[in-house]
């Protein structure tokens, strides 16, 4: 584990879909700078392997099987937090459903599909909340962390479940920070730019190269994320240099989305030009 300091020592967090990905970097992160984590999410054996690997480099770490899109399950994941850790500090939703349930515009998604992707994009930080704050409240403050995306700045079309509840996500930061200001709990979103996780890695860009490289070229900084640029945001966020942030949506995507310019456009075009045999990722 590498981490300048232990922060978070003695705090107790949650970190929903924290057996992969980038909740797996968060809660790794987490866990190296001192906190005692439970990893809740709905594959129990990755939720599980996620906890034995951090305690395994000398961090405090459980794993919950969660549905975050169900009341009960929910209730349940911050009950076994508080219960495992004595305290609860640290909320971070950052769970998210599969592709297929968030793909397709009005008329292609089905609604018992869209009630369900919004249980787990939206419904579940307030469940979180509901039932998260109390606790916090209890430890004399704390934060909670939404991890939104671009998607809910700028959309893209084909997308209506993944940019209504990623933008729906941000609004109830922001609300959530003013009720709970003064609790002490400080409320603030992340929206990442494309984060190349192991899913995403086997899923998309070990079968297309070029379609990385083509990626890769659209950010300024010469690279796409990588969990780990996540993960170092959420635990400013958390941190007490953070104090005074609140209802914020922190940006992480390498300037992508500072873009929106014809000569994007142009520049993506000119990149075709001179990498005729480029496939494209979708
Ligand atoms: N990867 C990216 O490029 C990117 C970009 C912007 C935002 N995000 C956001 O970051 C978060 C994590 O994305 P990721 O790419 O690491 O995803 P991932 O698929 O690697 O991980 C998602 C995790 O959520 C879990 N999960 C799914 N449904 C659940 C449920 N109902 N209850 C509990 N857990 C559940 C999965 O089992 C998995 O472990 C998501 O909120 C996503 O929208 C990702």
Same mark, same amino acid.
């Given at each position: 584990?590498?981490?300048?300091?232990?922060?978070?020592e003695g705090?107790?967090?949650?970190?929903t879909?924290?057996?992969?990905?980038?909740?797996?970097?968060?809660a790794?992160r987490? !866990? %190296?700078?001192?906190?005692?984590v439970?990893?809740?999410?709905?594959?129990?054996?990755?939720a599980?392997?996620?906890?034995?690997?951090?305690?395994?480099?000398?961090?405090?770490? !459980?794993?919950?099987?969660?549905?975050?899109?169900?009341l009960?399950?929910?209730?349940a994941?911050?009950?076994?937090?508080?219960?495992?850790?004595?305290?609860?500090?640290?909320?971070?939703?950052?769970?998210?459903?599969?592709?297929?349930?968030i793909?397709?515009?009005?008329?292609?998604?089905?609604?018992?599909?869209?009630?369900?992707a919004?249980?787990?994009?939206?419904? %579940?930080?307030?469940?979180?909340a509901?039932?998260g704050?109390?606790?916090?409240r209890?430890?004399g403050?704390?934060?909670?962390?939404?991890i939104?995306?671009?998607?809910?700045?700028l959309?893209?079309?084909?997308?209506?479940?993944?940019?209504?509840g990623?933008?729906?996500?941000?609004a109830?930061?922001?609300?959530?920070?003013?009720?709970y200001?003064?609790d002490?709990?400080?409320?603030?979103?992340?929206a990442?730019?494309?984060?190349?996780?192991?899913?995403?890695?086997a899923?998309?860009?070990?079968d297309?190269?070029?379609g990385?490289?083509?990626?890769?070229?659209?950010?300024?900084v010469?690279?796409?994320g990588r969990?780990?640029?996540?993960?170092a945001?959420?635990?400013?966020?958390c941190?007490?240099? !953070?104090s005074?942030?609140?209802?914020?949506?922190l940006?992480?995507?390498?300037?992508?989305s500072?873009?929106?310019q014809?000569?994007?456009?142009?520049?993506?075009?000119?990149y075709?030009?001179?990498h005729?045999?480029?496939?494209?990722?979708?």
């Amino acid at each position: 584990m590498t981490a300048a300091t232990r922060q978070f020592e003695g705090c107790g967090a949650v970190v929903t879909g924290g057996a992969t990905g980038i909740g797996g970097a968060i809660a790794e992160r987490l !866990a %190296a700078e001192g906190a005692s984590v439970l990893i809740a999410d709905i594959n129990a054996e990755g939720a599980n392997q996620r906890a034995a690997r951090i305690r395994d480099s000398g961090g405090t770490a !459980a794993a919950c099987a969660t549905n975050v899109g169900e009341l009960d399950q929910v209730q349940a994941m911050i009950q076994t937090a508080v219960d495992r850790w004595g305290r609860l500090d640290i909320i971070v939703n950052n769970a998210y459903p599969a592709m297929e349930a968030i793909t397709g515009g009005a008329e292609d998604v089905p609604p018992d599909v869209y009630d369900r992707a919004m249980d787990v994009l939206v419904k %579940a930080s307030y469940l979180s909340a509901r039932f998260g704050v109390p606790h916090l409240r209890r430890a004399g403050g704390g934060s909670i962390v939404n991890i939104s995306s671009i998607h809910g700045l700028l959309v893209a079309p084909g997308a209506l479940v993944y940019e209504t509840g990623k933008a729906a996500l941000i609004a109830a930061t922001r609300q959530m920070a003013v009720e709970y200001g003064r609790d002490g709990i400080r409320v603030n979103a992340i929206a990442p730019g494309h984060i190349v996780t192991e899913n995403i890695q086997a899923g998309i860009w070990d079968d297309n190269p070029s379609g990385f490289d083509f990626f890769t070229a659209q950010y300024p900084v010469g690279r796409c994320g990588r969990p780990e640029d996540i993960a170092a945001a959420v635990a400013f966020l958390c941190s007490r240099d !953070a104090s005074f942030i609140t209802g914020h949506t922190l940006v992480v995507d390498g300037g992508h989305s500072l873009q929106i310019q014809e000569n994007f456009g142009v520049a993506q075009a000119q990149y075709m030009r001179d990498h005729p045999d480029t496939q494209l990722p979708y």
